[in-house]
């Protein structure tokens, strides 16, 4: 591709124009968010869920409140089933065909979660042009777009009446081609399955271009960085790419990471931003340079609801809107969208730092996770697999608890510490068939354990008799409404258990 020397200025300042609509949206954050209100409500009332759910008789957010429940994915997966048969106008009015593959519930190994093409082009892609303007609002003199960006993708499979896969490639297969001029690797090579040879080829096109930005998870991006310098005998990234500005992330905690990136890309000048975008839509950008809390965008065909986490383990009503949000409180958030996901709990927990305008922190999940490396492990994966391994082996577990390992020169792992009632005779057994039922049900730890590349096989730490019990006594919690830690994605109760127990 030639690089004309004006491109750079011309490409920022169409960019930059958005800064406008970006500050409109955080002077009238409330204007903003009715006015998506009232579009999905009137959009979608002849639709099945509408009609289902009296979409005409809803004037207010109280109605909407008293005619549509709140729901997790099995309880809107009837709806979504009925739109992967090909039916027309079940959750949204337009047709939907693609569906962003992201990790299981309890009933299945994946959700599928709908994604119109509003969606798509009104949110997504709305949320990447946003992210660019506020980045070059904040670096006046980034040269990002005289060269190419490196964005990794996940894979995607083609049915008859559906396209699923991860968001990542969903969205590098619908890219404008004006974001398609300036990315690595090749489409094809981009929504490979095999990440082992995806890394291999997407080095190989990269070295000797002028990288100048890197987007994707921080696990699969740590790998691609170390295959760059293992090919090339460089000492750090910057000797292969000296033009290197910006890394964009998102999905998973950074901080486990930053030191990794500080070493391999040694610059004071590399600047980080982080994005809030999930397969259920773009929800936040990093807009200030000294903070690490994210812009809330509210123009994005997103209607947001909040239900504070006492609230929500309490089984209360108590949803509110945008306008009744109080600071450092912890908030589920539950969003109506152009893609028909009607008061949809996604199962993150945040936190607002501002409301003027409208800022957050993603605190975690709403269920016990660990989502280190991107594989989003969560409570009924690893309880279901403790079932399976005891079965199999004739064992019985009295307690157990899990932590990651963090990757250093090779892949990261889990830690189980696990207390038995009875031994299996073959712990290697036991703990292979805790993997496998793992992956079994859990494509994004599937993906993840692929090949071991960013997840090595689980390691076992075995826990005396007594040893959960006297860490409950120690901290005063014995009593039946005190549990064990199932999954921390810190490594601190896993640490002090490992304490006793030595």
Known sequence: MINFPFKNSILSSLIKQRMTNLNKMKENPIYFQEKVFSFLIKYARNTKFGIDHSFEKIKNYNDYKELVPSRKYEEIFPYIEETRRGKNNILWPKKIKLFSKSSGTTNAKSKYIPLSYDTLYECHFKGGKDMLAIYLNNNSNSKIFNGKGIILGGSKEINSNYIDGDLSAILLDNFPFWVNTHRLPDIRTATMKDWKEKLEKITNQSLNKNI?????????????????????????????????????????????????????????????????????????????????????????????????????????????????????????????????????????????????????????????CINTFGEELMVHNTDEAIYEACKVTKSKVTDYTIAPIYMNNKSGAHEWAIEFEKMPEDIYLFMKILDKKISSINSDYEAKRSKNLILDDPKLTIVKNGVFY?????????????????????RDFIEEIKKINS
């Open 470 to 490: 006297n860490w409950l006594k120690q901290k005063n919690k014995l009593g039946g409404q005190n549990k064990i830690q199932r999954l921390n994605e810190k």
């Open 212 to 368: 100048t930005n890197l987007s994707g998870v921080p696990s699969w991006m740590l790998l691609l960085l170390k295959n760059v310098l293992k090919k090339t005998k460089a000492n750090n990234i910057l000797e292969v790419w000296p033009n290197l500005e910006l890394y964009i992330h998102g999905g998973i905690n950074f901080s486990p990471y930053k030191n990794h990136f500080s070493s391999l890309i040694p610059s004071k000048k590399m600047n980080y931003l982080e994005t809030y975008n999930a397969s259920e839509g773009f929800f936040g950008i990093q807009d200030q340079i000294d903070s690490n809390d994210m812009l809330l965008m509210l123009d994005y065909g997103i209607f947001y609801e909040f239900i504070s986490k006492n609230d929500l383990e309490n089984n209360s009503q108590n949803y509110i809107s945008l306008k009744d949000v109080k600071l450092n409180v912890d908030y589920a958030i539950i969003i109506s969208t152009n893609s028909g996901l009607w008061r949809y709990n996604i199962g993150d927990i945040i936190c607002f730092t501002s409301i003027n305008p409208f800022r957050i922190i993603i605190k975690g999940r709403t269920k016990s």
